[in-house]
Nanobody, 124 residues
Framework: QVQLVESGGGLVQAGGSLRLSCAAS????????MGWFRQAPGKEREFVAG????????RYAESVLGRFTISRDNAKNTVYLQMNSLKPEDTAVYYC?????????????????WGQGTQVTVSS
């Protein structure tokens, strides 16, 4: 059973930075991809960024390209999301998720396991 635990959310002013972490347990790291998604009140869950465990291949949503960086630490089974130049529209609950596919996918249906989420609030 895969378990994902997010941390690092909080309240930050516009232009600030946060780093989210997602600790994964119960997985085989060489065969999975990981994704970060977010969901704002009244909106659908959307893809933010994804990474392949084996070689670090990444993919980003256009809205965060150049501001967010996803990375992973294989030894710690942890995926990170460094968020810089935050904007009020980045406010959402952020979730990490794991997929059994080797290609980073944007659709949430490709992901089998999800964390509980961590709140990120960006004030203007």
């Amino acid at each position: 059973q895969v378990q994902l635990v997010e941390s690092g959310g909080g309240l930050v002013q516009a232009g600030g930075s946060l780093r989210l972490s997602c600790a994964a347990s119960g997985r085989t790291f060489s065969t999975y991809t990981m994704g970060w998604f977010r969901q704002a009140p009244g909106k659908e869950r959307e893809f933010v960024a994804g990474i392949r465990w084996s070689d670090g291949t990444t993919r980003y949503a256009e809205s965060v390209l150049g501001r967010f960086t996803i990375s992973r630490d294989n030894a710690k089974n942890t995926v990170y999301l460094q968020m810089n130049s935050l904007k009020p529209e980045d406010t959402a609950v952020y979730y990490c998720a794991e997929s059994r596919l080797l290609v980073v996918r944007r659709d949430s249906t490709a992901y089998n396991y999800w964390g509980q989420g961590t709140q990120v609030t960006v004030s203007s």
